[in-house]
């Protein structure tokens, strides 16, 4: 498993995608085999999807697993980020960490229109043992989206205390920042840590730059890390040498307490697939709607009239 192929960040991204989709639940109760009956296929639709669209845009993975994260962090995992700003409804996505950064409504939506013609009003999720069941949220949290999703320019400290607040350890959170194995960020995110900061590799700097200057191009993308369309354990080999894109992502291996975890990931890959899925199936149970609470939504950006 030392090189793993866009398919396994397929894979990754197909668990997020189910897990942000609506569901069709009478219990209360989570279950990894809640479609068996009902949807058995549901999985092979949307990974069918989600490699179409990966072939066509590789950057959309990235971004599938960025709205999960972002749709957990605030008010648990409720779909709550899919729903549409309306004339007297202001949801999450322009919030500050969201605007010009989540994206991929539109594979969500395309998705759910496809899992709804071959399995009517029973969506849901399941991938390495995700329990399923979730419903979706009425309300969505424009404040506790600019509050609660970590900054690009967070120091460790308070990495640790945001992830604490959601139930995750500092191991979760060094795990799950593995998700930068793919994607792009922007160059306003990282300007500063190319250009002002001491702890990162010259050479690194120097490429970076090229591609975002000292002002202007702010939205000039560079990659998350060296291999940004490949899903592996390069991300922890960059921090170990100093190449992380982002002071949030350097800050897990700068002389702190997740120094080790990062130098485990970075010469076992085997390691950080296996934990990686762990903590995604342990972010993906933040506080979900079960049972009667929430909604089935029949477009995924509006509630149910």
Same mark, same amino acid.
């Given at each position: 498993?030392?090189?793993?192929?866009?398919?396994?960040?397929?894979?990754?991204?197909?668990?997020?995608?189910?897990?942000?989709?609506?569901?069709?639940?009478?219990?209360?109760?989570?279950?990894?085999?809640?479609?068996?009956?009902?949807?058995?296929?549901?999985?092979?639709?949307?990974?069918?999807?989600?490699?179409?669209?990966?072939?066509?845009?590789?950057?959309?993975?990235?971004?599938?697993?960025?709205?999960?994260?972002?749709?957990?962090?605030?008010?648990?995992?409720?779909?709550?980020?899919?729903?549409?700003?309306?004339?007297?409804?202001?949801?999450?996505?322009?919030?500050?960490?969201?605007?010009?950064?989540?994206?991929?409504?539109?594979? $969500? +939506?395309?998705?759910?229109?496809?899992?709804?013609? /071959?399995?009517?009003?029973?969506? *849901? @999720?399941?991938?390495?043992?995700? !329990?399923?069941?979730?419903?979706?949220?009425?309300?969505?949290?424009?404040?506790?989206?600019?509050?609660?999703?970590?900054?690009?320019?967070?120091?460790?400290?308070?990495?640790?205390?945001?992830?604490?607040?959601?139930?995750?350890?500092?191991?979760?959170?060094?795990?799950?920042?593995?998700?930068?194995?793919?994607?792009?960020?922007?160059?306003?995110?990282?300007?500063?840590?190319?250009?002002?900061?001491?702890? $990162? +590799?010259?050479?690194?700097?120097?490429?970076?730059? /090229?591609?975002?200057?000292?002002? *202007? @191009?702010?939205?000039?993308?560079? !990659?998350?890390?060296?291999?940004?369309?490949?899903?592996?354990?390069?991300?922890?080999?960059?921090?170990?040498?100093?190449?992380?894109?982002?002071?949030?992502?350097?800050?897990?291996?700068?002389?702190?307490?997740?120094?080790?975890?990062?130098?485990?990931?970075?010469?076992?890959?085997?390691?950080?697939?296996?934990?990686?899925?762990?903590?995604?199936?342990?972010?993906?149970?933040?506080?979900?709607?079960?049972?009667?609470?929430?909604?089935?939504?029949?477009?995924?950006?509006?509630?149910?009239?």
């Amino acid at each position: 498993m030392a090189s793993t192929t866009t398919t396994t960040s397929q894979f990754f991204i197909v668990v997020s995608i189910i897990s942000l989709l609506a569901c069709n639940s009478a219990n209360g109760q989570l279950s990894v085999n809640f479609y068996a009956r009902t949807c058995s296929n549901l999985q092979t639709i949307v990974r069918n999807v989600m490699r179409q669209t990966v072939i066509r845009e590789p950057r959309m993975g990235a971004s599938i697993l960025r709205l999960f994260f972002h749709d957990c962090f605030v008010q648990g995992c409720d779909g709550s980020i899919l729903l549409d700003d309306t004339g007297s409804f202001t949801g999450e996505q322009n919030a500050t960490p969201n605007m010009n950064s989540a994206r991929g409504y539109e594979v $969500i +939506d395309a998705i759910k229109t496809r899992v709804e013609a /071959a399995c009517n009003n029973t969506l *849901g @999720g399941q991938s390495w043992q995700v !329990p399923l069941g979730r419903r979706d949220s009425r309300t969505a949290s424009f404040s506790s989206a600019n509050s609660d999703l970590p900054s690009p320019f967070a120091d460790l400290p308070t990495l640790i205390s945001m992830f604490a607040a959601k139930g995750l350890t500092a191991r979760d959170m060094t795990i799950l920042s593995g998700g930068h194995a793919i994607g792009f960020s922007q160059c306003s995110l990282f300007r500063t840590r190319i250009y002002n900061e001491t702890n $990162i +590799d010259p050479a690194f700097a120097t490429a970076r730059r /090229a591609n975002c200057p000292f002002s *202007g @191009g702010d939205t000039n993308l560079g !990659p998350l890390d060296s291999t940004p369309n490949r899903f592996d354990n390069n991300y922890y080999q960059n921090l170990v040498a100093r190449r992380g894109l982002l002071h949030s992502d350097q800050v897990l291996f700068n002389g702190g307490s997740q120094d080790a975890t990062v130098r485990t990931y970075s010469i076992n890959p085997a390691a950080f697939l296996r934990d990686f899925g762990a903590a995604m199936v342990k972010m993906g149970n933040i506080s979900p709607l079960t049972g009667t609470n929430g909604e089935i939504r029949r477009s995924c950006g509006v509630i149910n009239s």
